[in-house]
């Protein structure tokens, strides 16, 4: 099938992906700070939303009010950040979460807090139609028991299906059932990352650059074919792979990693200061078994922020 040779790759990447954790906590910080502004505005602006990647940063950063941009516009940045923070925090927690109705629902609640004309957390209760889709989703009525399917079906399958082919399904099935008022888009973007992340991945954005591709490939996975939509899925999955491998490989060349002891002489810090730096992420460090190791190219990095902030 048309997606086997990508699946095969991504599973070789994810590999690669394993075998360099743990990231050293300045590379994790950054890395999600900037997919999920990523993800935040591309979720968001599938669905119609007018700010662009930059006024989303703005919004979220510094709190700024966009002049002419609506009320909504801003509210939805703010409730996708929200909704971002509690998938990390899923995916981050101990604990086994398995996908529930409730974990859906409360996704559901964050993604719509605030805005008029949405119940948040709650299943329609009125019949919908997707704008630019010929598919019309199944009665409100049937809707509690269709997503009560769509968690055993996830039982069911979890382990007979790979994971990508899994999340993709689930994910299409979800947006079938369209269970919302509104909302459904962003939910089950958020859906699809749990799943994925779960498993090791980083987390995926579906571009709005993309958007016609998207709905064509779900459109095709309503008549019954999977494979462009999976395939769809799987490509986004090895670009997020893709930035993350090389971000890590150029924040970790080997060779130039000295043990905090050995390059603390080099520098004006003590080794222990030099320790505090890189355990709380302000330096960039490696854990080499017990003991980190960082690099002068490091230092120097942190002593540039350190003169940009005072200007
Ligand atoms: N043919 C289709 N079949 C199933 N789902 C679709 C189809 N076309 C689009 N969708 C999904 O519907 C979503 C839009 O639904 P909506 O509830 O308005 O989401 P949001 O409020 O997040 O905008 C799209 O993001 C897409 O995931
Ligand atoms: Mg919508």
Redesign the pocket.
């Known amino acids: 099938m048309k997606q086997d040779i990508i699946l095969k790759r991504i599973e070789e990447k994810l590999k690669v992906l394993k075998k360099a954790r743990p990231f050293p906590p300045y590379l994790v910080k950054k890395l999600r700070e900037q997919f999920s502004l990523e993800m935040n505005y591309n979720?968001n602006a599938?669905?119609?939303n007018t700010l662009t990647l930059r006024e989303t940063m703005l919004v979220l950063q510094q709190g700024i009010t966009i002049k002419g941009k609506s009320l909504k516009d801003h509210l939805e940045a703010k409730n996708q950040a929200k909704a971002i923070e509690y998938l990390y925090d899923i995916v981050d927690s101990k604990k086994d979460i398995p996908i529930s109705e409730m974990l859906i629902r409360n996704m559901h609640s964050l993604?719509?807090q605030n805005i008029d004309g949405v119940e948040a957390g709650s299943y329609r209760a009125h019949d919908?139609r997707?704008?630019?889709?010929?598919?019309t989703?199944c009665g409100a009525f049937e809707v509690p028991q269709k997503m009560h399917e769509l968690i055993s079906w996830h039982k069911k399958n979890k382990d007979n299906l790979d994971i990508i082919t899994l999340a993709t399904e689930f994910k299409?099935r979800f947006?079938?059932i369209?269970p919302?008022?509104?909302?459904?888009?962003?939910?089950?973007?958020l859906v699809l990352n749990i799943l994925l992340m779960k498993q090791g991945y980083p987390i995926v954005v579906i571009l709005k650059n993309e958007r016609e591709k998207?709905?064509r490939a779900?459109?095709k996975?309503?008549n019954g074919n999977m494979e462009d939509l999976v395939f769809f899925i799987a490509q986004a999955v090895e670009r997020s792979l893709d930035l993350y491998i090389r971000a890590i490989e150029s924040s970790t060349k080997e060779n130039s990693l000295v043990s905090l002891s050995k390059i603390a002489p080099q520098t004006k810090y003590s080794a222990e200061y030099l320790g505090l730096l890189v355990r709380t992420g302000k330096v960039a460090g490696v854990k080499d078994g017990r003991n980190w190791k960082t690099s002068l190219d490091a230092i120097e990095q942190y002593e540039m922020n350190l003169i940009r902030k005072k200007k």
């Open positions: 979720s599938i669905e119609g993604v719509v919908v997707i704008t630019g889709s010929k598919h989703p299409h947006v079938h369209h919302f008022g509104d909302g459904n888009g962003r939910v089950s973007r998207y709905y779900l459109q996975a309503d």
